[in-house]
Every structure is written in structure tokens, then in C-alpha cells.
């Protein structure tokens, strides 16, 4: 009769953990500070483009300055990401005053030799939107913009052109997490947001995407607010559940 009253007075603290993993599956502690620096993490400087070139599908969306929650989508985001050798469309070196040309022309030779370029190409549905990015040769993994995006969703009328930075925060075979940082300026409000792609169709493994939660939580990225999209984690809270109540019972078992 001891043990089993015992057993009794433990299990409520038993079911207040069983509560506090599940809301964990919704929730997160980390504060939104809409203060943004888009500072240059040095961990892949040395990174080879090629790694990341080619056609990338959206798993997740971290919406590192909104408390939305977390959301599902059936809508399927993919990028494709190439490297070209086109100069900006439009430079803001200001102009010569005696053989403009080639001054122009010289500028833009010692630009290219020091930076290199890609297109990123977001498809969503069909609706396409086109990123001209630039990277200096020692820093491969911090592209910048040098012109707006174009295409069906960036012609939309309430699309907000993107200007800041795109970092690669992970870049491994088959999974890559990209950071899209703009600090607000000139009236253009800042924007946070990172995305784990996925070369492989189908679910990525539970495992992996705690993994890149955990590397964007080390660098103080929010993950509170997540859209799920491809169908991606439509099932994942039935088994977080299931796997926090057997882990409970389990407890409550080990205990009594």
C-alpha cells in the first residue's frame, strides 16, 4: 500500500512533463528581437559553390521575427541555385569624367575578379521569383543582392523587394539551411527568415531536423514560429504524442 501511494503522489509530476514535452512541440521560450544585424558567420567561407548549386526543395520555414506559431502547408517551395559569369544589371560606381567607358569597363573587371556570381530561383506553384546574388571570393557563403527580384511574385503589388544577405548557416549532401537577412533601412522594414531544403523527395528524418532547430537556436534564430511545408510534419505530432506518452508511462513504471 506504501509503494503504491507513493506511485499515486508521483504521477501528477509525471503528467506535468508528459504536458510540458508536448507544448515544447508548439512553443518556444526564444524572444523575437526585431533589432536584425546581418553579421557574417565565417563557417563556410571556404565553401565549395558547387556543393549547393542545383535544385533544392523547402522542408521548413523558420520566421525568425513573427510569433505565427506554427503552421502547415501543402504548397511545395523549391529554389534552383547556379552560378553565371553576368555582371549587375546596374553598379552604383558613379560616372568618369573623361573615358567613362572604359573606366566603367575597368571597374567592372576588377569587380568580377574579386566576387563571383548566382541566380537563385524561388518557385512556389509556378509563380517564380529570381535572385541576383553576388559573393566575394573569400566569403562563398555570404551572397549579396545587387539588383531587385523579378518574375510573377515579385511583380505582385504588396511583394516587399528583398536587399540584404543570404548566408549559408548548413550545406551537407543531402539537406541545406539558408538565412535571408535585411536590416531595416530607408523605410524598408527588416526581414529574418531562414529555410532548410532538402535535395530528396519525401520526408526528411525526425533526427535531422532537430539537428538544424538545435544550430539555429546556438545562433539565436528563433524557431517558434515554423511554417511546415510539402506536406512535411502533417503527422509528426501524433508521434511526438505517442513518443511522450510512452516515455511518461515508461518514467511511471521505472519509478513505481
Known amino acids: ?11 501528477p509530476w509525471i503528467f506535468f512533463l508528459f504536458l510540458y514535452t508536448c ?136 511583394y516587399q523587394q528583398f536587399t540584404g544577405t543570404v548566408q549559408v548557416l548548413k550545406a551537407v549532401k543531402d539537406h541545406l539551411v539558408l538565412n535571408f537577412c535585411q536590416a531595416a533601412s530607408n523605410g524598408a522594414p527588416a526581414q529574418l527568415y531562414s529555410v532548410l531544403f532538402s535535395r530528396e523527395p519525401g520526408p526528411m528524418p525526425q533526427w535531422a531536423i532537430t539537428a538544424v532547430h538545435n544550430l539555429l537556436q546556438t545562433k539565436n534564430l528563433s524557431i517558434a514560429s515554423r511554417r511546415m511545408v510539402c506536406g512535411n510534419g502533417a503527422d509528426k505530432p501524433m508521434l511526438s504524442l505517442l513518443f511522450s506518452f510512452m516515455s511518461c508511462v515508461l518514467a511511471y513504471v521505472s519509478l513505481s
Open 23 to 158: 507544448a515544447d512541440e508548439t512553443a518556444n521560450s526564444t524572444q523575437v528581437d526585431d533589432k536584425v544585424t546581418c553579421d557574417r558567420d565565417h563557417e563556410y567561407d571556404s565553401l565549395d559553390i558547387r556543393d549547393v548549386t542545383g535544385k533544392w526543395r523547402a522542408v521548413e520555414l523558420y520566421m525568425h521575427l513573427s510569433k505565427e506559431g506554427v503552421k502547415r502547408y501543402e504548397t511545395c517551395p523549391k529554389i534552383t541555385v547556379w552560378e553565371t559569369d553576368e555582371i549587375p544589371h546596374t553598379t552604383t560606381f558613379g560616372p568618369s569624367t573623361e573615358n567613362q567607358l572604359y573606366h566603367v569597363q575597368s571597374i567592372m573587371a576588377k569587380f568580377n575578379q574579386q566576387h563571383r556570381h548566382l541566380r537563385l530561383l524561388w518557385d512556389e506553384n509556378g509563380h517564380m521569383t529570381e535572385y541576383s546574388l553576388f559573393f566575394r571570393n573569400e566569403s562563398a557563403g555570404y551572397w549579396e543582392t545587387f539588383d531587385k527580384q523579378n518574375g510573377s511574385l515579385a511583380a505582385r503589388p504588396h
Open 1 to 11: 500500500m506504501e509503494m503504491q501511494a507513493r506511485a499515486v503522489l508521483r504521477l
